[in-house]
T-cell receptor, first 116, second 109 residues
Framework: GAGVSQSPRYKVAKRGQDVALRCDPI?????LFWYQQALGQGPEFLTY????????KSGLPSDRFFAERPEGSVSTLKIQRTQQEDSAVYLC??????????????FGPGTRLLVL | SQQGEEDPQALSIQEGENATMNCSYK?????LQWYRQNSGRGLVHLIL?????REKHSGRLRVTLDTSKKSSSLLITASRAADTASYFC?????????FGDGTTLTVKP
């Protein structure tokens, strides 16, 4: 069975460009998380979906960040007017149950974003 | 800011030796999880220990949790070169996981 996949794996953007990062969770997984990981640091929570509902977006750093999961499966993280400080690895994780932090999260390989 | 803090930041050992990493956290938790991350890859879940548990084993891994000291340790026994990676603890609170900045383990063959 396929794990969590993310695309693209690498993205180079010019400052000011918009980017869209895609996450395909494991089929049937209810919960989906986005994290941002800066170089040399641990992942930081961005947002959480339970099916199509975005239940927590408290970690999104600014209103330039937007995430959606319209059909409760694939999710897209969009960053508008990218800035250099947005350069990081963006990780997606999914879990088969709601309240997913109580159980294992399955992580994708991440998208490495570099903003020049 | 991160809730969990791993110690040491970096650890270098010889193959066959044991490796111990520690994690401290600040607020009450429901559970604590350890993850491994190989360079340029996603995180792999290793073990979950709940707040009412004190010790858990999985293969060569042993995790302890001391809620009175708000700390956890991860012991890897008989290390292998393939154990070279970064190790993160993550605490569960308010419905989200909070990660530390990790311990980078290097196992020399």
């Amino acid at each position: 069975g396929a794990g969590v996949s993310q695309s693209p794996r690498y993205k180079v953007a010019k400052r000011g460009q918009d980017v869209a990062l895609r996450c395909d969770p494991i089929s049937g997984h209810v919960s989906l998380f986005w994290y941002q990981q800066a170089l040399g640091q641990g992942p930081e929570f961005l947002t959480y979906f339970q099916n199509e509902a975005q239940l927590d977006k408290s970690g999104l750093p600014s209103d330039r960040f937007f995430a959606e999961r319209p059909e409760g499966s694939v999710s897209t993280l969009k960053i508008q007017r990218t800035q250099q400080e947005d350069s990081a690895v963006y990780l997606c994780a999914s879990s088969p149950i709601a309240g997913a932090t109580k159980e294992t999260q399955y992580f994708g390989p991440g998208t490495r974003l570099l903003v020049l | 800011s991160q809730q969990g803090e791993e110690d040491p930041q970096a650890l270098s050992i010889q193959e066959g030796e044991n490796a111990t990493m520690n994690c401290s956290y600040k607020t009450s938790i429901n559970n604590l999880q350890w993850y491994r991350q190989n360079s340029g890859r996603g995180l792999v879940h290793l073990i979950l220990i709940r707040s009412n548990e004190r010790e858990k084993h999985s293969g060569r891994l042993r995790v302890t949790l001391d809620t009175s000291k708000k700390s956890s340790s991860l012991l890897i026994t008989a290390s292998r070169a393939a154990d070279t990676a970064s190790y993160f603890c993550a605490t569960d609170g308010a419905g989200k996981s909070t990660f530390g900045d990790g311990t980078t383990l290097t196992v020399k063959p």
